[in-house]
């Protein structure tokens, strides 16, 4: 694949390297309880907390919160004071609980308790971005969707795969040259290469098992901060 910028990218290549590296990470939150409890309504909830919060803080959350309230209509029985209380210390908490009572409200009121599975009508809950929107797809109903967060979009300039500067026109440069059989996955690697070796400042190069495909775009720059 010739990319935009002239790069010629073998992409399976590059998730076949970044599948061996994602062999020595954790995996995130949201991608593994998509996968043991198999449950819209959990991935949806968990990655409503998980912006902008560590994914130890967004597992014990989750695990506090589905504990006393595993369904939308247990949910909204819970007051946001409660919410609160079980989530706390998620990221924004405060904001965060009222936005997931009212996620199950409405889920019982317009959707008869199912989290809907497409991308306009998820958009349409308060605090459910692109980013949460596009992961609840992949993750949840294994749709092609590719989920942009800030390490998708670093480390995808970073390769050189692409020249952008905010996450939605990542994820529309993406869609133009990334193959639809690696949308899913390509988010979870990158999320779990960025935490671990591909970080904003100081990235561990000499560990890197995907270096030879990356052209280091502003890594000097990072390593002038930091590095």
């Given at each position: 694949m010739i990319t935009k910028y002239g790069r010629n990218i073998d992409f399976d290549e590059l998730m076949?390297?970044?599948?061996a590296a994602f062999g020595g990470y954790k995996v995130p939150i949201v991608t593994l309880i998509a996968v043991q409890e198999s449950d819209p309504f959990k991935v949806l909830i968990s990655t409503m907390m998980s912006s902008r919060t560590k994914d130890e803080?967004?597992?014990g959350a989750s695990t506090r919160l589905?504990?006393?309230a595993d369904t939308p209509e247990k949910m909204a029985k819970l007051t946001v004071e409660q919410i609160e209380k079980l989530i706390f210390p998620v990221g924004f908490y405060k904001t965060k609980a009222p936005r997931i009572k009212a996620a199950a409200r409405k889920l019982i009121d317009e959707y008869g308790g199912n989290v809907p599975g497409e991308l306009d009508e998820l958009l349409k809950f308060e605090g459910v971005g692109r980013k949460t929107a596009n992961l609840v797809l992949g993750e949840a109903f294994r749709k092609e969707a590719i989920c942009v967060d800030v390490h998708v979009h670093r480390i995808s300039n970073r390769l050189g795969l692409i020249k952008t500067d905010t996450p939605f026109e990542t994820e529309m440069e993406l869609q133009k040259i990334l193959p639809r059989r690696h949308w899913i996955r390509y988010n979870t690697y990158l999320v779990a290469h960025?935490?671990?070796?591909?970080?904003?400042?100081g990235p561990r190069c000499g560990q890197c098992l995907i270096y030879k495909h990356c052209k280091r775009v502003g890594?000097?720059?990072?390593?002038?901060t930091g590095d």
């Amino acid at each position: 694949m010739i990319t935009k910028y002239g790069r010629n990218i073998d992409f399976d290549e590059l998730m076949d390297d970044l599948k061996a590296a994602f062999g020595g990470y954790k995996v995130p939150i949201v991608t593994l309880i998509a996968v043991q409890e198999s449950d819209p309504f959990k991935v949806l909830i968990s990655t409503m907390m998980s912006s902008r919060t560590k994914d130890e803080t967004t597992a014990g959350a989750s695990t506090r919160l589905y504990a006393v309230a595993d369904t939308p209509e247990k949910m909204a029985k819970l007051t946001v004071e409660q919410i609160e209380k079980l989530i706390f210390p998620v990221g924004f908490y405060k904001t965060k609980a009222p936005r997931i009572k009212a996620a199950a409200r409405k889920l019982i009121d317009e959707y008869g308790g199912n989290v809907p599975g497409e991308l306009d009508e998820l958009l349409k809950f308060e605090g459910v971005g692109r980013k949460t929107a596009n992961l609840v797809l992949g993750e949840a109903f294994r749709k092609e969707a590719i989920c942009v967060d800030v390490h998708v979009h670093r480390i995808s300039n970073r390769l050189g795969l692409i020249k952008t500067d905010t996450p939605f026109e990542t994820e529309m440069e993406l869609q133009k040259i990334l193959p639809r059989r690696h949308w899913i996955r390509y988010n979870t690697y990158l999320v779990a290469h960025g935490q671990n070796t591909c970080k904003p400042i100081g990235p561990r190069c000499g560990q890197c098992l995907i270096y030879k495909h990356c052209k280091r775009v502003g890594v000097a720059a990072a390593a002038k901060t930091g590095d």
